[in-house]
């Protein structure tokens, strides 16, 4: 298991930003509504410059939800294999890559603003899109390396089926998003993921 290095002051700095930024373009929603949240209203409340701003952010919107492009860190293909169990590991990218877009702030409030704004709505469902391309793309290279995976399958090519496991181990990550319990809690977790695996397979083997 990798330990995380501790981070410089230089990140310390731009994390404190990042937050602040983040909480100011939210608290500003709540207070003046979300047309009234201006880029250089929220740079103002926290001092900085709309150019910083959008060194942070790439929109309005971003801000308000704390939404960073999303990312996929190389320590978690390190023991990704092939070999076994391809969904649970795919569903458990999609769900770390999408996390990567929306780590921090608070999530009942990021809930509570996309259903009073469905605009936000709209651009945090873009977030996921952006979340699924990016493993697509690692899996198609995965799938190309490997000699097994990489002539494809019954005439589909490699691209082809990546896009099919994605959107395959994108069903348990859904149903999880979508139950009461994730309502409740600060985000869908390593057990309620497993737990709706273990679902997508008890259906998968009584259709088949």
């Known amino acids: 298991m990798s330990v995380s290095s501790p981070l410089s002051l230089r ?16 608290a500003l929603v709540l207070e003046r509504g979300l047309e009234q949240a201006t880029v250089e209203a929220i740079a103002e409340s926290v001092g900085v410059s709309p150019r910083t701003f959008f060194n942070y952010f790439s929109s309005k919107e971003d801000a308000v939800l704390g939404m960073r492009t999303p990312t996929l860190d190389p ?44 605009h936000l709505g709209q651009r945090r469902r873009e977030h996921t899109g952006e979340a699924e391309e990016l493993v697509r793309r690692t899996l198609a290279g995965l799938l190309a ?9 019954e005439g589909f090519e490699v ?45 998968q083997r009584k259709l088949s």
């Open 11 to 26: 990140e310390r700095k731009k994390a404190e930003t990042w937050a602040a930024i983040h909480e100011a373009a939210a």
């Open 75 to 118: 320590v978690l293909l390190e023991e990704f294999s092939l070999e076994h169990n391809v969904l649970e590991q795919v569903s458990g990218l999609l769900l770390a890559v999408a996390r990567s877009a929306y780590e921090g702030g608070d999530p009942a409030r990021r809930r509570a603003l996309m259903e009073q704004y469905p």
């Open 145 to 153: 390396a490997d000699p097994d995976w990489s002539a494809g399958a």
């Open 159 to 203: 691209e082809e089926i990546a896009r099919m496991l994605v959107m395959l181990a994108g069903v348990p990550l859904r149903f999880a998003l979508a139950s009461p319990a994730y309502e409740s809690a600060a985000g869908v977790t390593a057990e309620t993921l497993d737990s709706s695996l273990t679902l997508f397979h008890h259906v």
